[in-house]
């Protein structure tokens, strides 16, 4: 039972409607754009981002870095890259871990306050879904014990995804 369960949500939905101040992209290591997520983030914000991404010298596996959100509602996008997870081995929980607790920390450095998070690596970069949630969950999870003016939401895209992750934020609260 934990308090902290309250500043976490899971929801269904397109992350590129979402009027937070961050929203976190599942990107590659270039930061220049990509499918899944990353082409949706991209088409919604705008030829600008790409510009700003083309500044940033590209990101390692587990590392994550700002930019605005400009045409998005979300004032900022956080790039980070997930593991793949057939070449990643043993390193891939942690690799994920460190996704969302990057994201996490950039944004507190930024001073934001609300941040969704896409299922980073369950896509394309095949990480299986459940034990990727349950990495998701515990890093948000440890992180907003430290700070309790943030708030996460994990946007599913689909309905399968969001039940593994609303099962996994139930066993929070038993
Ligand atoms: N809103 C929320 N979630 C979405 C959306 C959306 N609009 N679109 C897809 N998803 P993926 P990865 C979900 O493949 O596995 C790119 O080409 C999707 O259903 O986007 O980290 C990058 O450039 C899945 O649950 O990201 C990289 O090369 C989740 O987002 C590579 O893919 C992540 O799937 C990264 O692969």
């Known amino acids: 039972m934990s308090s902290v369960i309250e500043s976490m949500k899971a929801v269904q939905g ?4 979402f009027e937070v101040d961050a929203i976190v992209n ?13 082409g949706a983030i991209h088409r919604a914000a705008g030829p600008e981002l790409v510009e700003e991404c083309k500044t940033l010298g590209g990101c390692k596996t587990g590392g994550a870095k700002i930019t605005k959100g400009y045409n998005l509602p979300a004032k900022h996008v956080i790039h980070t890259v997930g593991p793949i997870y057939s070449r990643a ?5 942690e690799l994920l871990a460190s996704c969302y607790r990057r994201s996490l920390e950039v944004a ?10 896409p299922a980073i690596s369950t896509g394309v970069y095949g990480y299986p879904i459940e034990s990727a949630t349950g990495i998701a969950v515990k890093t948000a999870h440890d992180f907003l014990e430290k700070h309790p ?3 996460v939401q994990f946007v599913c895209f689909s309905e399968r995804d969001l039940a ?3 099962k996994e934020l139930k066993s929070y609260r038993e």
């Open 89 to 93: 081995g043993g390193e891939a929980p």
């Open 14 to 17: 397109d992350i590129t409607k």
């Open 149 to 151: 003016d943030m708030e």
């Open 164 to 166: 593994v992750y609303l």
């Open 26 to 38: 599942a990107a590659n290591h270039t930061l220049l754009g990509g499918g899944g997520v990353d």
């Open 108 to 117: 507190a450095e930024n001073g934001l306050k609300t941040v969704a998070f």
